[in-house]
């Protein structure tokens, strides 16, 4: 069996295979596993370019957490919040910002009990989403009669959660995490950013990848996947060619039209792929030297207007986080830039170095979490999920349940991997 793409769907897949007795080659076409997390130093210390937060409300991610026995990390709170209202900055506690924040969200998320009652089957109750999933965020918003404060608020927190513009992001992208945080604005917080594995999701990667024996070979982008007479033949772009009774593609959504399938795809996921997924947001790091107290800093439209400290030094110094909703306006590398944008958004702090990975422009991913266009749910979520003769998919990007993270990636490489292996015997 070939499993194709190295992020937490494809290792879990290739394990899971491998466990079954299956003999396993995974292709990665990045010289490194984990895809979209990626714990890497800067700075003198470790960080999460990609995916970090885990939660144990996110079942797949925490039954493999406890298996490989990790211990966890709990981040601290702010202490004090910021956030901007009509281009006004305005400061008090968090808990007093997100009662503003609270009114928002419980009329944006007004009717999702009813359209998404189990939120591991987005479409148990599609009749009921469809209406939510015709409607960007922007729409949604634009319809809550919402007070200027309160839509500032809830603007600057949607457009770090859809990592997106919020007139391209999908209503359901956002709506489906508050149903997997039963149905709660403190747990949909909580679980996006709080929690972190102790030594980095790398750790949880290694252990599900050293679990079962399968072979891994780094650094070797797939071109095309054809059927054969015994099964599938996977052709890489330096024309090598491997074959095998069954393969499951494991990339990013926004990267599966890179790779030609010989017979086409079917009409469903070719429409799916042409649509892609909206995620084009950044994550930043700041490193900053100020006033020693954690901030939490929210503005709608600034380019990282989600900004968290993430650890305070002994220096003085911290380590801050931001979210923005469009990569392509921001320069992590030009200091300057940062320290302009830091000040419209939390003055007072000097930057003393920043990085992030743009993972718009990297072609193994061309966007960050799942963040799913209007119609999605409707038209494209099934048939992305279908096999396609002995070719399975997989990917967080196609989740059932926590679609857009770590959890969703192991969902899926768990049933893929158990699937795959069941044929690869016929
Ligand atoms: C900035 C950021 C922050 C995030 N924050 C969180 C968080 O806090 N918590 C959380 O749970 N999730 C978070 N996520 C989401 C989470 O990281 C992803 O949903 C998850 O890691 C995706 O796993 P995957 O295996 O489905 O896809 P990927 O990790 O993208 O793996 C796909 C793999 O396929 C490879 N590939 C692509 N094309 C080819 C090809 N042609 N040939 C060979 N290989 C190919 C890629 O290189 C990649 O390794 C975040 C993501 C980002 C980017």
Redesign the pocket.
Known sequence: MIV????????TAAREAALRGCTVLL????E??????WTAPWDGRSI???????HWH?PH?FSEITRAGLALTLGDDGERAGWYVDGQRRSATLKERDAIAQRGWDRFVEGVQEALPMPHDPLHAIDKLARFDRLTIAERLDHLGLDVEEHDVLAAELESLA?APLDDAGAVSVLRWHALSGYSLALTQFT??RVTIARG?RALLHAIASAAPFEQRLG????AVTHSANGVEVH??TADAFEARVAVV???VN??G??TFSPELSEGKRGAIAQGQA?R???IFIHARGEPVLNNSLRPGHPFGHLSSDVLFDDGTQQLIG?GRDASVCDATDVTWVQRSLDDLLPGYEVIDATA?D?LVD???R????IHRPGWYEHHHHAMQLPEDRVLF????I?NG????????IE??LRAGARAAAMART
């Open positions: 194709i793409g190295g992020g937490f769907a494809g290792v292709l990665e076409g990045r490194r596993l984990g895809g979209r997390t999460e370019y990609g995916g970090a937060w885990v996110q991610t990592h996006g950013g999701t070797v982008a797939v071109a890489t772009r494991a990339v990013p990267a599966l890179a790779i995620s947001g950044i994550k979210f990975h993972w072609e193994f991913s966007g960050t979490w799942a997989a990917g967080s990007d989740a926590w679609a857009g993270f770590i959890d969703g990636a899926t490489g």
